[in-house]
C-alpha cells in the first residue's frame, strides 16, 4: 500500500485510473485520515510531487484538484506546510495552482514560504480559474510580495540581453505575437493585484518615453507590447497613452541613428518605400541597397548595414506603434 503512494498520475494511464488505485488499495483512506499509520507530511509529499508531475501543454487535472481539496483537513491537522511545484533547475515547468492554494489556505492548509518571483513561471503558467479573485492568497503578504514581483519581472522581460539586436530576435517591434507571448489574458491579470500591476507597468513605459528615447531604447520599451498582446486591448484601454505613443517622432530617431547626416525628406521618402521585415543578415536586399545608396551615397559597406538597420528599425518600431496606440485607443 505504501508502495502506491510513491506513485503520481503520469504513472497510470490517467488521473481517474490513478484515484481508482489509490482507492482500491486502501492508500486514500490512509491520506485523508480515515485509516491511521501515514506520518505527518506525507499527504504534503505525495501532493507535492502530483502537482509537479503535471505538464504545462495539457489541461490541469480537475481530478488532482478536488483530491487536494479532500486532503486539506489531514494537510491542516499535519501542520506540516505544503510546497506548490515552482520551476527549478533540472525539473520540468508544471503550472502553478494558484487558485488550489487560494483554497487550500481557506482550509487552513500551511503553505511553504514562495521563492523569490515564484521562481518566475510566467504568468501563462500561473492557474487561477477555479478561484479567479485569490483572496485569500493575495491577502497572505508572502504571496501578494513575490506575485508582484514575478508580474514585474515579466513585464519587463528580465532575462533577455540588454542589447537591443537581441530584442529584435526575442520580440521584434512589429509582430503581432512571438512564440512565447501571451496567447490570452491570464488570469492573474485580471485580480486586483495584476490589475494594479499592469497599471503601473504602462505608467513606467510612458515615463520612459518622456525621458527620451533613442531607437534601441523605443524597440525595448515597444518589446513588451507584443509579449503581453491582447491584453492592452482588454485591460490598458488608455487614450491618453495612445497619444503618446502616437507622438513618437521614429523618423529623427532613425535620423540619429544613421552612420552620416541626411535629409529627413530623404528619409522618409526612403522609409515609405520599405515595409516592416525581421532584421535577418548583414547587408539589404539588392533593390533596397540601390535606394539607399541613391539617398546615402559613399557610405562603406559597414556604413550600408548600420543604415539599413536603423531604417529597418524604424520601419518596424513604426509598424508596432501603430498596432499599439489601435489598442490603446478606446
Known amino acids: 500500500m505504501h508502495d502506491v503512494l510513491r506513485l503520481i498520475p503520469d504513472d497510470a494511464n490517467s488521473p481517474e485510473d490513478w484515484l481508482s488505485l489509490l482507492r482500491r488499495s486502501g492508500a486514500l483512506a490512509l491520506l485523508t485520515g480515515e485509516r491511521p499509520g501515514l506520518p505527518a507530511g506525507e499527504a504534503a509529499r505525495l501532493l507535492h510531487d502530483c502537482l509537479a508531475s503535471e505538464p504545462t501543454s495539457r489541461v490541469r487535472s480537475d481530478e488532482l484538484y478536488d483530491l487536494a481539496v479532500r486532503l486539506a483537513p489531514r494537510l491542516a491537522a499535519d501542520a506540516v506546510p505544503l510546497r506548490l511545484p515552482y520551476p527549478a533547475p533540472?525539473?520540468?515547468?508544471?503550472?502553478?495552482?494558484?487558485?488550489?492554494?487560494?483554497?487550500?489556505?481557506?482550509?487552513?492548509?500551511?503553505?511553504?514560504?514562495?521563492?523569490?518571483?515564484?521562481?518566475?513561471?510566467?504568468?501563462?503558467?500561473?492557474?487561477v480559474h477555479r478561484r479567479p479573485h485569490l483572496s485569500r492568497l493575495l491577502a497572505d503578504p508572502r504571496f501578494a510580495r513575490e506575485l508582484r514581483s514575478?508580474?514585474?519581472?515579466?513585464?519587463?522581460?528580465?532575462?533577455?540581453?540588454e542589447a537591443g539586436v537581441s530584442?529584435?530576435?526575442?520580440?521584434?517591434?512589429?509582430?503581432?505575437?512571438?512564440?512565447?507571448?501571451?496567447?490570452?489574458?491570464?488570469?492573474?491579470?485580471?485580480?486586483?493585484?495584476?490589475?494594479?500591476?499592469?497599471?503601473?507597468?504602462?505608467?513606467?513605459?510612458?515615463?520612459?518615453?518622456?525621458?527620451?528615447?533613442?531607437?534601441?531604447?523605443?524597440?525595448?520599451?515597444?518589446a513588451p507590447f507584443v509579449h503581453i498582446g491582447g491584453v492592452v486591448d482588454e485591460l490598458l484601454k488608455d487614450e491618453a497613452a495612445a497619444r503618446e505613443f502616437a507622438a513618437v517622432d521614429v523618423v529623427a530617431l532613425v535620423l540619429a541613428d544613421l552612420p552620416t547626416e541626411a535629409d529627413r525628406p530623404a528619409i522618409e521618402a526612403l522609409m515609405a518605400t520599405m515595409r516592416?521585415?525581421?532584421?535577418?543578415?548583414?547587408?539589404?536586399?539588392?533593390?533596397?541597397?540601390?535606394?539607399?545608396?541613391?539617398?546615402?551615397?559613399?557610405?562603406?559597406?559597414?556604413?550600408?548595414?548600420?543604415?539599413?538597420?536603423?531604417?529597418?528599425?524604424?520601419?518596424n518600431c513604426q509598424e508596432g506603434l501603430r498596432r499599439l496606440v489601435g489598442r490603446l485607443s478606446d
Open 276 to 315: 516592416p521585415e525581421d532584421l535577418i543578415g548583414a547587408r539589404p536586399m539588392p533593390g533596397l541597397r540601390t535606394r539607399i545608396d541613391e539617398t546615402l551615397p559613399d557610405l562603406s559597406e559597414l556604413q550600408v548595414g548600420q543604415a539599413w538597420k536603423a531604417l529597418q528599425t524604424g520601419v
Open 150 to 161: 514575478a508580474l514585474d519581472a515579466e513585464l519587463e522581460l528580465e532575462g533577455l540581453p
Open 167 to 222: 530584442y529584435h530576435r526575442h520580440y521584434r517591434p512589429h509582430r503581432d505575437a512571438e512564440l512565447n507571448s501571451w496567447r490570452s489574458t491570464p488570469g492573474i491579470c485580471r485580480t486586483p493585484l495584476g490589475r494594479e500591476v499592469l497599471r503601473a507597468w504602462l505608467d513606467r513605459q510612458r515615463e520612459r518615453l518622456r525621458a527620451g528615447l533613442d531607437l534601441n531604447g523605443l524597440v525595448r520599451v515597444l
Open 90 to 127: 533540472g525539473r520540468r515547468r508544471a503550472p502553478i495552482p494558484l487558485d488550489l492554494a487560494d483554497e487550500l489556505l481557506e482550509h487552513g492548509v500551511p503553505l511553504a514560504d514562495p521563492p523569490r518571483k515564484l521562481g518566475s513561471p510566467g504568468a501563462a503558467h500561473m492557474v
